[in-house]
């Protein structure tokens, strides 16, 4: 991918309205910094406050562990080449326990036997969702139901759905990976 400089400009803290800073702030103690695709969305406060809502309800309610929808959302950035999201999501899935070779190396999960037949699941569920949305089997559904509720399958698929959204702005934006620190200002 040919990437020149993003092409929105970030909003700095002294920028956005006291309820975008309040966010700005949470992840500045949690993080240690602002993720620049926060600091882009923030041109638009309304969107960027429901898309946190959204974000932070996907990846931190219900029953799947976030360590498999950490290693879902790896693969679907894998998939849409998103320097800017494997940066990130790389080294929380890490954090959560998948290696480094498991994660340079998801393309052959079928082939490996350090996943589970769950996990394996999990990663076919990111790839047809990612490349062909429109023709996802039967015979994937009953796998996925073999292992998870209906409640766990939408979880699922929304952290790929959300991530083939974050994925595409960050692309689309040539939004540079955050450093630590960023956001303070």
Known sequence: MLKTAPRISRK????????????????????????????????????FETMIAHFEAVLQTGTVPLKLKELVIVRTSQLNECEYCLGSHTQIAQKLGWSREQLDHLAEFEDRSDFTSAEKAALRLAEQMTLDSNHLSDELFDDLRSHFDE?????????????????????????????????AE
């Open 12 to 47: 700095s803290r002294k920028e956005v309205p006291d309820s975008v800073a309040v966010i700005y702030d949470r992840y500045m103690r949690t993080r240690g910094n602002v993720p620049n695709m926060f600091r882009t969305m923030a041109h638009r406060p309304q969107i």
């Open 151 to 183: 409640g766990e399958i939408v979880e699922l698929m929304c952290a790929i759905g959300l991530f083939n959204y974050f994925n595409r702005f960050n692309n689309a934006l040539q939004i540079e990976p955050t450093r630590p620190g960023e956001g």
